[in-house]
């Protein structure tokens, strides 16, 4: 069982209400966003494992049972180029669950017109795996947000 944390401070909500069809409609795989709160902060990884994939506004951490989970900060703000995050670990990296991964601020992603809220993603999962999901309530860096079996 993974059990996957935020990793921001928010407010969890449901995939369904993201504002990117992708994410909303469970395509990249299922699990909650975050609607952070607007301030400068630093995204953690939201379990133990190895920093696989890593951009800007994006990044993979796969745990030792296999299970990658995807932190996507905020909308496409790939568009931004990479302004406004930077990175505090390296791909390849091992990083322990609420290790700081980059730095952001999604009050200046929101001025810039894009929405800053970010999927926490369980890649190659199914809907029936996840459990204990939190949702539509405040949450810290490190709160659980869901099981993984």
Avoid: Y
Wanted: glycine letters at 10%; a negative charge.
């Amino acid at each position: 069982m993974t059990t996957v944390t935020s990793p921001l401070r928010g407010r969890a909500i449901g995939l369904a209400e993201v504002p990117d069809p992708v994410f909303a409609g469970a395509m990249v795989g299922p699990g909650m966003a975050i609607d952070p709160a607007r301030e400068a902060s630093e995204a953690v990884a939201p379990v133990d494992g190895v920093v696989v994939s890593l951009h800007p506004h994006a990044f993979v951490v796969v745990d030792a049972a296999g299970h990658g989970v995807l932190t996507h900060l905020g909308i496409d703000t790939v568009q931004l180029n990479g302004e406004g995050f930077e990175l505090l670990v390296n791909k390849g990296d091992t990083v322990q669950r609420g290790q700081a991964v980059v730095r952001w601020d999604p009050a200046a992603v929101e001025a810039a017109g894009k929405s800053p809220v970010c999927p926490v993603v369980a890649l190659e999962a199914t809907a029936e795996s996840l459990s204990n999901v939190v949702e539509d309530s405040d949450v810290k860096a490190g709160d659980e947000l869901f099981s993984w079996s």
